[in-house]
């Protein structure tokens, strides 16, 4: 019966922080959004809304609710790894034993933990 995972939606307390975490650190891209009664944005891979946001609503506590974390396929591990150096965000960077997967985990200005996941084949 399911297909596969349509979107995450999480609140934001800061709007700027937020897009530039997601849209700018990530490479995210802030696309359409319906007319929904509310403030938000909906963040595009490709061109598919992966990523929705509120900006009206009070932070959830406690603020991890029932989601542990958030985690994206991505690509150019080197360039990322450069682009979170340099940003000076916290992050932790480690290779899954047995697959190779390579996992970058980090937490968004909102408290989000993020995990990006590169192919074993990409290189530092």
Known sequence: MIEGMNHFTITAENREQTLGFYVGL???RDGPRPELGFPGAWLYAGDR???HIYWDRPMPEPRTGVIDHLAFSARGLKAVKARFDESGLHYELRQ???AGT???FCHDPNGAKVELDFEPSETL
């Open 26 to 28: 990530l490479g995210l």
């Open 49 to 51: 809304a992966v990523l």
């Open 96 to 98: 899954q034993v047995g």
């Open 102 to 104: 390579w996992q970058l």
